[in-house]
C-alpha cells in the first residue's frame, strides 16, 4: 500500500527529528532503573546529538548546530538533558538553551518559575509538555529564547508523559498520555481541559505513545477513538505477547524485549524510497528465532540495531516487503554498552567511554566531522575537546577535530581571542587573519583552503598535515601553533583540554 497522508506527515517528522538533540519520542522505555554499566571515559551521558560530561559540560553537534562536539559556552554544572532544548543543572535550575539564528551559537538562558524537572517532551502537534520530580505537570510556551511553564492544576502525581495520535478521515486529534504513581493511566481531552482515565487499565510500569506495559508483562494498547466516534478511552490487550520487559516505538513501528531476551517485532518494512517508498504493514507480532539474548533494541536508516549481551551490536534490515521470523543479522559492532536513536541515525558507546556514529549524516548528525550522506559503517563521534587560550577558555564556533593523529583548532575562534581580525575570500576560498595591535607582536596569517597554502608573516610555511575546512570553518593543526607561532601547547589528559599560552 502507499504511504497515506498520515504516514507521510510522521515521515517528515522522523526526517526533521534527525537533526535535533532531542529524540522526540523515539527510544526505549524500561520500566525499572537500567543497571550502570562499567563504561570508561569522561562521558556521563549522551543523546542522539548532544553529550553530557562528567565535569557537568554539555556539548552538542548535528542541524543547525556542528559538525562536531561543541561546548556550549558559559554553561557548567549540568546534571540532565530533559529534551526540547531544557537541560537541569545539579542545583535544579532548569536552562534553555537557544539559538537566535542558524549560524549562532547555543546560549543557556536559566528558566524562572520551575526547578527540578525530569523531562520535556513534544507531542505531535508541536505542543511542548514537562514534569517535575513531584509529579507535576506544566504547559510549556516557547517564544524565542522566551519559555514559559504554566502548571496545569487537574492532574498530579504522574512519574511518566508522552502523547499519541488519533487519526481520522476529518483530522487528527492528539493527546497526552499520564502515568501515575498508583500505575493508572489518563489522558488529556481537549487540550488540557479534562482529563479521564483509561478503563480497565493498572498496574501500568511505562508508557509509550499508544502502548502501556503493565507490571505482569502484558502490553496494552490504547483506543484511537476519533472525534465523530465520542466515547470513553479503552485499552486492550495484546495477543502473543507476555512477560515483556521493555518496549520500544519508532513511529509506526514497535518492539517488544521479553525477560528471557527474546525479540518481538510489529509495525511497517519498506521498499522503494524518498516519494516512491511503499509501506507494508504487519500488525500481528513476530517472534525472532534468528537472535538471542537481547538487551536493547532501536531504529536507524531503515535498520533493526539489536544490542545482545556481551556488547554485539547485530543489524537487520527493514527493507523487505515482510519480517519474517528469521530475519538475517549480521553484526554491525562489538564491545557496545549502549545504544540512542535519531530516527534515521544512531549514536552508540563502547566500553571504553568513546562515541560512534552510524547512518543518516546529512547534517552531520554523527558527530564525526563531514556531511556525508551516510556512514553504514560505525564511525567515530570527535572527542569533546576544550581549549584554553592564556588560561582562559575559548568559545569555539566548532569543536576541536583529530585527524591522523593531529589536533586542529578552529582558526577564527582562537585568533579572535587573540585580538586578530579574521576574514575570508569565499570566491578563493583564503582565510586570513592580521593583528596590529601595537601593544602585541605583529600577526599575519593566510591559509588557502583549495591548496594547503599557509604564510606567516608573508613566508611561506611548511606544514606536515594541510589545514583543511568542514562547512565554512577553517581548521589549522595545531602543530602550527607551537611550531611556527612559538606558543607553548600542553595537552591535559585528565580534562581533555589543549592549553595554549602564547602572546
Not at 95 to 115: D, E, R, T
Not at 250 to 277: E, M, P
Request: proline share 4%.
Amino acid at each position: 500500500m502507499m504511504m497515506n497522508d498520515r504516514m507521510k506527515k510522521r515521515a517528515k517528522k522522523w526526517v526533521v527529528a534527525a537533526g535535533l538533540i532531542s529524540t522526540m519520542a523515539l527510544g526505549v522505555v524500561v520500566p525499572a532503573a537500567a543497571a550502570a554499566t562499567d563504561v570508561s571515559g569522561s562521558i556521563r551521558s549522551f543523546e542522539p546529538t548532544s553529550l553530557l560530561k562528567n565535569d557537568g559540560t554539555f556539548w552538542v553537534w548535528g542541524t543547525g548546530l556542528k559538525s562536531v562536539p561543541t561546548q556550549i559556552y558559559g554553561l557548567t554544572d549540568v546534571e540532565t538533558w530533559l529534551g526540547q532544548y531544557f537541560v537541569k543543572k545539579r542545583d535544579g535550575s532548569v536552562w534553555h538553551l537557544y539559538q537566535s539564528s542558524g549560524n549562532a551559537p547555543l546560549q543557556a538562558i536559566q528558566v524562572s518559575g520551575v526547578s527540578n524537572l525530569t523531562m520535556v517532551r513534544m507531542g505531535d502537534d508541536r505542543s511542548v509538555v514537562a514534569l517535575d520530580a513531584k509529579g507535576n505537570v506544566y504547559t510549556v510556551t516557547i517564544n524565542g529564547s522566551d519559555a514559559k511553564f504554566n502548571l496545569v492544576p487537574d492532574v498530579s502525581d504522574v512519574v511518566d508523559l508522552n502523547y499519541y495520535t488519533e487519526s481520522s478521515q476529518i483530522a487528527d486529534k492528539f493527546h497526552w498520555v499520564f502515568l501515575k504513581k498508583d500505575g493508572t493511566v489518563w489522558v488529556s481531552v481537549d487540550e488540557f481541559k479534562k482529563f479521564k482515565p483509561v478503563a480497565s487499565l493498572s498496574g501500568v510500569m511505562a508508557i509509550l505513545d499508544n502502548l502501556a506495559l503493565d507490571k505482569n508483562g502484558n502490553i496494552w494498547t490504547l483506543s484511537r477513538i476519533s472525534a465523530e466516534q465520542p466515547g470513553e478511552q479503552i485499552a486492550k490487550k495484546m495477543k502473543g505477547l507476555s512477560n515483556i520487559q521493555t518496549i520500544y516505538k519508532n513511529n509506526d513501528t514497535s518492539l517488544a524485549i521479553d525477560r528471557d531476551g527474546r525479540l518481538y517485532y510489529w509495525g511497517y518494512t519498506y521498499t522503494g524510497s524518498s516519494d516512491g517508498t511503499v509501506y507494508h504493514p504487519q500488525d500481528i507480532p513476530v517472534l525472532f528465532t534468528s537472535i538471542k539474548n537481547v538487551k536493547d533494541v532501536v531504529i536507524a536508516n531503515r535498520s533493526l540495531l539489536v544490542l545482545v549481551e556481551g556488547g554485539s551490536l547485530q543489524l537487520a534490515s527493514l527493507e523487505r516487503e515482510k519480517m519474517p521470523e528469521n530475519p538475517e543479522f549480521k553484526q554491525l559492532a562489538s564491545a557496545i554498552t549502549n545504544i540512542k536513536s535519531g530516527g534515521m541515525h544512531a549514536i552508540m558507546q563502547k566500553k571504553d567511554g568513546t562515541l560512534w556514529g552510524y547512518g543518516y549524516n546529512k547534517h552531520a548528525e554523527l558527530g564525526y566531522g563531514d556531511y556525508e550522506l551516510m556512514h553504514d559503517t560505525p564511525v567515530p563521534v570527535q572527542q569533546a575537546i576544550s581549549v584554553h587560550l592564556n588560561g582562559e577558555l575559548v568559545p569555539l564556533n566548532n569543536g576541536v577535530i583529530t585527524s591522523s593523529g593531529q589536533a586542529f583548532i578552529p582558526l577564527r575562534s582562537v585568533f579572535e581571542k587573540l585580538g586578530a581580525e579574521f576574514k575570508w575570500d569565499d570566491q578563493n576560498k583564503i582565510a586570513t587573519i592580521n593583528r596590529t595591535d601595537a601593544a602585541k607582536p605583529a600577526l599575519s596569517i593566510s591559509i588557502n583552503l583549495k591548496t594547503g597554502e599557509t604564510k606567516l608573516n608573508n613566508e611561506t610555511v611548511m606544514l606536515a598535515n594541510d589545514p583543511f575546512g568542514v562547512n565554512g570553518v577553517s581548521y589549522l593543526p595545531l602543530r602550527f601553533i607551537n611550531e611556527s607561532l612559538g606558543a607553548k601547547v600542553d595537552w591535559v589528559q585528565k580534562n581533555e583540554d589543549i592549553s595554549i599560552t602564547m602572546k
